[in-house]
């Protein structure tokens, strides 16, 4: 066995011999057929030795190209078909040379055929070896969409695909297994285990290779792959070795996975999301690990129409939210508001999530009209002489996040009230007789409740 | 006379294909949904729902429902107030190297420099807030409340003058011409108050520098109700909106309805839908002549609320007052408020100019931010600030250790928003050391049209007029929403 870096670069002697085959044998049979063709009665002896040319360089051919693969740089599937391809060829081109030295020996038929197959031969291995080199797609890549079409070429470039909600996205099903397959497993698999390591299945990818664990939940230092597939590029470690380096957006993900516990079951909604790779699931695999607002999580069908029209013709402006949301958008703006009105809302209770009674003459009693209100989340009562009473009737509005009483009569008794309404992140209590102090008070003993009190 | 609506005037080609194809659809229709074929109440359910725009109702939940833009025209320095480049200062005086400039064009007024020395900022930058934005102290307000802003630092443009940059900004191309995105936003959503237009342009007076034209807010070929009414500071704030001298409101009052009658006979005639466009306006304006003197007179403003916009905010057209204003129209559901300030132009001379710019509008910027918070209406009001592009790394001109210019700069430049729908306290994108080229997340002037449509609950692909036998949308053939800004 010779050392590692002198059969490399033996190896890399294959790109140099390999066209000067090509070129001999094909010349070879070029020149027999013009001689055919002419019907030249003596046949040149020049043909036999532009075979033995092709012969003599496609072994050196493959000799060096044996090496060049031995140096696991190259898909192993690709690279067995390739090799093995390439010494047969070596055997065709002596058969040819003994062939072509006795042209008169053997019919028509047989020598022409011989060439036709050795070119059939020729044209595979080149492509083959070219594959190998450049990648499958370098000849069709700028192909014409007509011809990529005629030869069945995928053109689908790498886009973001969208694949759905955290809870139903498996962190290493769908996120992680595919990044391997596409970059590991050719040389990592049932078959060909490189190193001692098989990606292929969860089961065996816990085993881990000859290096150790190649995954160390929780624990990037000691996983083994992690290392390999962020070590400089140049090192003769660095994985994959393919000219196929992971992009920063799998890197990120593969290390968050380990990070986290590289769990093999649990979905995206399971893992802890942190700011670092919010934006990576966002951008590669399209999954918004934000929080969806209540708004867009209700699926209701539409409130019945002769509804809507009575409370329109009563002084409400009532929208949908959208063409695809069917809760609604509602806000009193005709001139004087009266409890029968309030009581006309109750009819659509379900599908109201914003209301806006600012600025109105609504009295505390007649909130309590809106105690149902299951899918209420913004609620305006600025500018209106509701007191700590009113507050008192929202205690059960479940979904409320937003509560405005701007210039209202409310004091620091409606925090008792608000501290009540789990959901709300938002109060605005400018303007009211509400304390700093005590609104300070709350805000710090609620999470993620935002009292909102101005300046002045 | 040249928009799609003309075409009720049916031709001899239209009434033939309209009449065979018209009669398949409908014997079709009936086909699968005979109860359908006369819509009821839905038909009538889905033309009651909206506010009178072309869409009915939003394409998605609009997080947005009014937008505040704060343009600052001119071009504000980056360099100077947001983006900090300390290798700037180290590197003073120096030839911009070669490799950084690239491809980059210049304007003429520094293309025939001999050097192009690196000018560090002379303002001291500091990190502000939870979210440790960087800010210059030329902005003291705003600096202490930066954790309600979220910034863009890697915006860039493809105009590289004033009026194309400016006209792109606001219109999505270059050339004049297209809708404005306030006209836009009108025609897509229609108005929440009958008695004020939906698109109000408000601009500092007695600002000097590069010219401003009224096409930033013109209605292109969208029909003319949708372009933006100024309004002035002054006796006059929307100009011959008040009845002439011996003429009352009764007989105004009769005069239009004379009026209308005769533009309904003409509109019966011609078909042209801008006799309906002006009606409405002329009904518009009469219901302007209250509701404008009763926006303009501030006197129920308190003075808190003028000590905290700035002693400028008791003056008619600054930006102080404007910004006042802008606050008023948006309590009244105007759904896109404009202001322009104009003078960031600083090709020479720029840290005496930028502090003046800064002194002007600063403080107000600020104050109209909080003041819409402890409102309540950050809840569903956007705020936007910023220029049409950003301004070299090297000095326009001579570099002296206080003096220098900056020449215009399309490659990147910052902007910030504040309210609705967007996340609070958060940078997106980055430029290079020399904060010259982008080096993180480049957001187009398209990306940004779309992702402000996007928060108005509007598809900007599915916004569409068509003119001149092709479909126009705001943002053209491009854009994308800019999702890691959403909330």
Known sequence: MIALEFSTFLGRFHPLFVHLPIGFLILAIVLEWIENFRKTETKSKLIPIAWLLGAISAAAAAFSGWWLGETGLYEEDMLFSHRWLGITLVVFAFVGWWLKKKPNSYSKLVQNGFNIILLIMLSIEGHKGGNLTHGETYLTEYAPESIQSILGVSTTKDSITSLGTPDSVLVYRDLIKPIFDSKCVACHNNEIKRGGLNMAHADSLQLGGEGGLAIAPGNIAESELFRRITLPQKSIKFMPPTQNALTYDEIKTVEWWINKGASYEDPVSAFAVDDNIKPVLLRRFGIDTDPKPWYETVTIAAADSTLIINLQKIGFTVNTLGATNNLLDIKYSGSELTQEKIKALENVKDHITWLSLAQTNIEDDWLSSLSGFTNLTRLQLEKTAVTD???????????????????????????????????????YLWGTNVKPETAKNIADNKDDLEVILGEG | MCTHDHKKNFSRRDFLTKTTLGMGAMSMASLLDPMDLFAGDKQKLVNSFGSGGTLGQPH??????????????????????????????????????????????????SSGQATLPIAGSVFDFKQHGDSGAWMSNLMPHTSKIVDELCFIKSMYTEAINHDPAVTFFQTGSQLPGRPSIGSWVSYGLGSDNKNLPEFVVLVTKDKFGQPLYSRSWGNGFLPSQHQGVQFRSGKDPVLYLTNPPGIDGKSRREQLDHLQKLEQLNHEDLSDPEILARMAQYEMAFRMQTSVPEIMDTKDESDATYAMYGEDSRKPGTYAANCILARRLAERDVKFIQLYHQGWDQHGNLPNAIKG???????????????????GMLEDTLVIWGGEFGRTNYSQGKLTPDNFGRDHHPKCFTIFMAGAGIKKGFTLGATDDFGYNIAQRPVHVHDFQATLMHLLGVDHERLTFKFQGRRYRLTDVHGDVVKEILA
């Open chain 1, 389 to 427: 009473k009113g507050v008192s009737h929202l205690i059960s509005l479940s979904h409320l996040e937003a509560l405005n009483l701007y210039n209202t009569n409310v004091t620091d008794a409606c925090l008792t009230s608000i501290d009540k309404i789990n959901s709300l992140k938002r109060v």
């Open chain 2, 357 to 375: 710019q800064c002194k002007e509008t600063d403080q107000a910027t600020a104050a109209l931010i909080t003041d819409l918070k402890q409102r």
């Open chain 2, 60 to 109: 998605f939940p609009a997080k947005v429902k009014r937008v505040i833009y704060l343009f600052q025209s001119g071009a504000p320095s980056q360099l100077d107030l947001f983006d900090y480049k300390p290798l700037l200062n180290k590197m003073q005086g120096q030839d911009l190297p070669k490799s950084v400039q690239g491809e980059q064009r210049l304007t003429g007024m």
